[in-house]
């Protein structure tokens, strides 16, 4: 039982490039969460999907795109990358009273 | 604007003693609580949860009180152990969606 795992765990991107950070998770939860975390702002959600087949907006959406691909992958993907978006990303799933949270991905847009 | 504050984002607290961390919330909708604790490169790991009907949940060391009137929530840690030093966050969800608005957090540091 690994339980959320995500990957890549560190990159560094030029702006205006493109990448997908991947996460899933073997737990059965129905919910999965997108958030990242600036320094001093704690963690802010980005996208949520509450089951498979559907997604919606979080608190910082622009700039992002999701994809829920089955009940266990819930991808995050930045089309244009932008210096702004540099950030720790985390995703969680839930199994409704809490969330799990994976160990994270360090991204830097030079 | 900031609907779950944490005001102090560092606390240091001798072994053996009482860590008090603090958190303030502003949207009266908010129904259910929780702290997360989180240690550099790691992510932040379920510590313990408060729902609105009650005032107090307990979990071994850690305690967290509710007080709804004043939209305030603290954590306690008795005794404070080396090991709990990390960054505490503060949690709150409203409704059956459950998605968590966080605090900025709280480093404690707990010295030995």
């Known amino acids: 039982n690994a339980g959320v795992t995500q990957t890549p765990k560190f990159q560094v991107l030029k702006t205006g490039q493109s990448m997908t950070l991947q996460c899933a998770q073997d737990m059965n939860h129905n919910s999965m969460y997108w958030y990242r975390q600036d320094p001093g702002m704690g963690l802010r959600l980005i996208y949520y999907s509450a089951s498979e087949g559907t997604t919606d907006k979080g608190e910082v959406p622009n700039g992002y795109n999701v994809s829920r691909l089955n009940k266990r992958e819930f991808s995050l993907r930045l089309e244009s990358a932008a210096p702004s978006q540099t950030s720790v990303y985390f995703c969680?799933?839930?199994?409704?009273?809490?969330?799990?949270f994976g160990p994270g991905t360090r991204l830097t847009v030079l | 604007d900031q609907q779950v504050k944490q005001n102090s984002p560092s606390l240091s607290v001798q072994e053996g003693r009482i860590s008090i961390l603090n958190c303030d919330y502003t949207n009266s909708m908010f129904d259910y609580f929780l702290w997360y604790k989180k240690y550099p490169a790691e992510g932040p790991t379920f510590l313990i949860s408060?729902?609105?009907?009650?005032d107090k949940n307990e979990d071994g060391r850690f305690t967290v009180f509710l007080n709804k009137s004043a939209k305030h929530l603290s954590l306690h840690i008795v005794p404070s152990q080396p090991g709990d030093s990390a960054v505490y966050f503060c949690a709150a969800a409203s409704g059956s969606a459950r998605q968590l608005t966080f605090g900025s957090g709280t480093q404690l540091t707990v010295l030995p």
């Open positions: 969680a799933s839930s199994p409704r009273d809490r969330e799990v």
């Open positions: 408060i729902s609105s009907i009650k």
